[in-house]
């Protein structure tokens, strides 16, 4: 039987609850200390008006995954039913599929690919909510934590956290500390404070600055057919439009961090608005049929890849304390997997604690060897795709014309993604369904790259790219047009 553990979790966000939701439900004690102020609404629309100072990325897009959701289905159906009675809907795959799929066929595994919409502060109320009806969960709003409290382990000859110090001074003991502090996290300087470290890490700069305006339907609105495009990259703008609850919906518009023009513009809602209708998959949205929620544009910038190592060549830094989420890694929040990637992490804390509770030493390098197989290679993925588009974004803000024809392999499989991947998920559903598997962190990052069958499908319909009817434009080709539109729009 596995030994129950007080446990604190610094950090009351998606990864500190997920991980409180499992480990209580595991028959751990947990204690959730969370710095914001933060009491709990009475509904999801007071939870969007959550002044989360430490989490400032709720107010932007995010989307939850089918890895996310196929978790929850399998591990805590009860927290799906509950987002789906606060106004969350599931994107069922083969729905809305583009009308030049005309080969496609259901199949049974069609149902591991579905979706969830909503709120990233919906999504986070309701877990708060699961959370909060467990007797074995404390949970601390305006309470924030300064330091850890340790103590030499003999046998192994490391230090062992046995609890944290909070800002008035006071302290907490527990059995295991994890830590969910986001981003932002001061795990480093409280481990250097004790004499442990540096933490290693690896830093890369997305190269994108975020900024996002969530909108409601007017009464007797409804979405436009979603079997088109939701987003799109045309190098020196990255969008999308995501679908949240109760009529609710988010777009995003993403600029180089050093397109200092085009990052202004966005940061005006007038001027972000127009620039969203300039743009073929958000255009259909604001068409009229919604209102913006609040009269701002969110923007987020700083936004940075990176990994910490708590585990050193088969050895951690110390014993009983765990990092969860962005803390130990967080990616470009572009792709979407934010939310996924910390309720996963959490998921494999989980099931390391189930196995290892008595053992802290394996406990940590168990868990730490669970992230590198399942969770790093997509921050190895998002790192690569990253540097490739800041090249691209750099080129044009240079005045480059982008389809320069010359024998690079990067712009040869630029023009197979653009003119064979990008028409292949209208066309056919076996590419389809590889591009969604591996979106939805179901399949290894290259998964789809080194499968020949689909590979050679997305070829053959690069190949006849002379033959096929024009693309429908994702927006302004050129830089300099997209501005100019926006200049006589003012």
């Known amino acids: 039987m596995t030994t129950k553990l007080d446990i604190i979790v610094v950090g009351g966000g998606i990864s500190g609850l997920s991980t409180a939701l499992k480990l209580s439900r595991a028959g751990h004690h947990i204690t959730v200390l969370e710095r914001d102020d933060t009491p709990m609404p009475e509904n999801a629309d007071d939870a969007f008006e959550w002044d989360r100072r430490g989490a400032p990325q709720v107010r932007h897009s995010h989307a939850f995954l089918a890895r996310l959701v196929s978790l929850l289905k399998a591990n805590e159906p009860d927290v799906l039913d509950k987002l789906f009675e606060a106004g969350a809907t599931e994107i069922k795959f083969g729905e809305d599929l583009p009308v030049t799929m005309a080969d496609f066929i259901p199949e049974p595994e069609d149902a591991e690919l579905n979706m969830l919409t909503c709120r990233r502060t919906t999504f986070e109320w309701v877990l708060r909510r699961v959370v909060l009806d467990d007797g074995r969960v404390t949970f601390k709003t305006g309470v924030g934590v300064n330091g850890l409290v340790h103590e030499s382990d003999v046998a192994s000859g490391l230090e062992r956290i046995t609890g944290v110090t909070l800002e008035d001074g006071s302290q907490l003991t527990a059995d295991l500390v994890v830590v969910a502090g986001g981003r932002r996290s001061a795990l480093p300087d409280w481990l250097n404070d004790i004499g442990v470290g540096p933490v290693q890490e690896e830093v890369e700069d997305t190269g994108i ?266 927006g302004p080709k050129r830089r300099r047009d997209f501005l100019e539109l926006l200049s006589s729009a003012a």
């Open 209 to 474: 600055i975020y900024t996002s305006r969530f909108y409601r339907l007017n009464s007797g609105q409804t979405y436009p057919p979603r079997n088109g495009p939701i987003g799109g990259d045309l190098g020196y703008i990255k969008y999308g439009v995501f679908v949240g609850d109760n009529n609710t919906f988010s777009i995003t518009l993403a600029a180089p961090t050093d397109d200092a023009e085009l990052r202004t513009k966005l940061s005006d809602p007038a001027t972000f608005d127009e620039a969203a209708r300039k743009l073929g998959a958000t255009a259909p949205y604001l068409d009229g049929r919604a209102t913006p929620l609040v009269d701002e544009v969110f923007v987020m910038a700083g936004l940075l890849n990176r990994q910490r190592h708590f585990v050193v060549d088969g050895k951690p830094l110390v014993l009983g304390m765990l990092p969860v989420g962005d803390a130990v890694l967080c990616t470009n929040p572009l792709y979407g997997r934010g939310c996924s990637i910390g309720y996963w992490g959490a998921h494999l804390m989980a099931q390391a604690i189930n196995d290892h509770a008595d053992d802290l030493l394996t406990l940590a390098t168990e868990y730490d060897a669970a992230l590198q197989r399942e969770i790093v290679p997509w921050y190895l993925s998002g790192v690569q795709q990253d540097a490739e588009a800041r090249r691209v974004s750099s080129s044009l803000l240079k005045g480059d014309d982008p389809d320069v024809d010359t024998a690079d392999p990067k712009t040869f499989m630029r023009s197979v993604l653009r003119e064979g991947l990008l028409p292949a998920l209208r066309y056919d559903p076996v590419v389809l369904r590889a591009f969604m598997r591996n979106l939805n962190l179901l399949t290894a990052p290259d998964a789809m790259m080194n499968n020949p069958e689909v590979m050679n499908r997305v070829f053959a319909i690069w190949q006849d790219r002379e033959n096929r009817p024009a693309e429908v434009p994702l």
